[in-house]
């Protein structure tokens, strides 16, 4: 350890000795830093990576006639304006499948919902047309969903009726700015709500309780699915494949249109064939596809688009922000060549210029790491307010930042290893010869 310290305080005063030239080496490091933490927390984002879902959660996947699915199947595949829909087909239920599906006593926990705009007004009386999720309660310790004040409701509410509703973060912040939401009463289509929670995150693109990978808005607030006919609203973008048998709401439900997602919860084996028997009672063996978490996120994941793009240049100026320090090293190393070889001369063994020339590296490619969240912010502000294809802001979390800093510095670590091992090679006299 102490000898680590002594070739620590040899770099500092190595760098020290050029404070501009390292100065602006540190600054190049954070910008580059800086884009690479922007690309992955968007994509962290758009892939819900961080949200720590149980690996026990599983859907079914409901098949349906060859021909009455092959349009979207089949046309995905030509035109991208159709994958979304090919996606909405797979994985959402008609009201009717769900009903049938959580008729099922196998799963420990079973969550379904859609989505539905909904007016609502706040304690000032201004009104908002939002994005409402009717669901259950098992949704949010299903997809761990935090808190920031309150919970979620009560377990008999559930049933409907009473008149409860839990906000999203966004939503929050909007209709109390101040806090103190949980215990007010808010109007949703003309009715009184009861707020008992407020989320404490955003909701992420690619959630598996709503893809919306090709963009759009969040879930501004939460009810009970048994509330949705009370309420009277109509399902969000239903998918139909025959045109009900009229125009009325309920004869969309009674349709096969498919708008709903539906998840349960099988912890054992035992419970997954159990579900599979009852499967097989409602829809048929061969009608269906049923798939863990892993395998829904195998089968549905995050389409190539302009993101993977950006991120792939992102990749690139990392690996150039290394490539620029081990450069600036290594000549630096070539010019101080006398300066080393001195030291060799006197009896420095290689694993000291070897670990002098790491340190001195890694003493502006750690701090470089660590300032790039933070030199992204400006260019999260520019995105947040004119990059508008979801209303889900780019944020500082510490997923992101965590594991930003530590590819960071893994990268910058082995780059390292090439300038610090070919200036530790050549012999003293090498050395001596170019003073």
């Known amino acids: 350890m102490r000898l680590f310290g002594y070739h620590v305080g040899l770099a500092w005063r190595s760098l020290r000795r050029d404070p501009v030239v390292s100065a602006i080496m540190l600054v190049a ?108 309660r098992a949704f949010f310790s299903m ?92 399902p969000d973008q239903p998918l139909l494949h025959t045109p009900p048998e009229s125009d009325s709401r309920s004869a969309l439900l009674r349709s096969d249109a498919r708008f709903v997602v539906s998840w349960v919860d099988l912890p054992t084996p035992a419970h997954v064939e159990a579900y599979r028997r009852d499967l097989d009672r409602s829809f048929g063996p061969g009608g269906y596809v ?44 070539l010019t101080r060549g006398a300066e080393l070889g001195v030291y060799r001369a006197l009896g420095a063994p290689r694993g000291s210029i070897f670990a002098r020339t790491w340190a001195e590296g890694m003493l502006l490619g750690v701090p470089a790491a660590v300032l790039g969240p933070l030199a992204a912010q400006p260019t999260c502000w520019i995105f947040n307010h004119y990059v508008r294809l979801v209303d889900m802001p780019l944020e500082v979390t510490a997923f992101p930042v965590f594991v930003g800093i530590a590819i960071s510095i893994a990268a910058t670590a082995l780059g390292l290893l090439y300038p610090a091992w070919r200036l530790s090679r050549a012999t003293p006299t090498v050395y001596l010869g170019m003073g």
């Not at 021909?67 to 087909?89: C, H, K, M, T, W």
């Not at 993977?308 to 190393?333: D, H």
């Open 29 to 136: 490091l954070a910008l580059g830093n800086g884009v690479w933490w922007m690309s992955l927390a968007e994509y962290v984002r758009f892939s819900a990576w961080d949200i720590p879902l149980a690996p026990t959660l599983h859907q079914a996947e409901l098949l349906r006639p060859r021909d009455a699915s092959a349009v979207f199947a089949d046309g995905a595949r030509d035109n991208p304006y159709l994958a979304p829909r090919a996606i909405q087909e797979r994985t959402q239920v008609s009201y009717p499948e769900l009903q049938r599906l959580q008729a099922s006593a196998a799963p420990v926990r079973q969550s379904a919902g859609f989505r539905a705009e909904v007016v609502v007004r706040g304690p000032d009386g201004g009104g908002a047309v939002k994005i409402a999720r009717f669901t259950n």
């Open 143 to 234: 997809f761990a969903r935090p808190f920031s004040a309150g919970g979620p409701w009560p377990e008999d509410a559930d049933a409907g009726g009473a008149g409860v509703v839990v906000l999203g973060r966004a939503t929050g912040r909007a209709l109390f700015p101040r806090g103190g939401a949980v215990g007010q009463t808010i109007t949703i289509e003309g009715r009184p709500f009861r707020v008992v929670g407020v989320l404490a995150e955003y909701q992420p693109l690619n959630a598996p309780w709503q893809l919306l990978i090709i963009g759009g808005s969040e879930d501004a607030l939460f009810l009970p699915l048994a509330d949705f006919d009370a309420l009277g609203v109509w």
């Open 290 to 333: 049923l798939r863990s978490l892993a395998e829904w996120r195998r089968a549905f994941a995050m389409p190539t688009s302009q993101l993977s793009f950006f991120s792939f240049l992102a990749v690139i100026v990392l690996v150039g922000g290394v490539f620029t320090l081990v450069r600036f090293l290594f000549t630096k190393g």
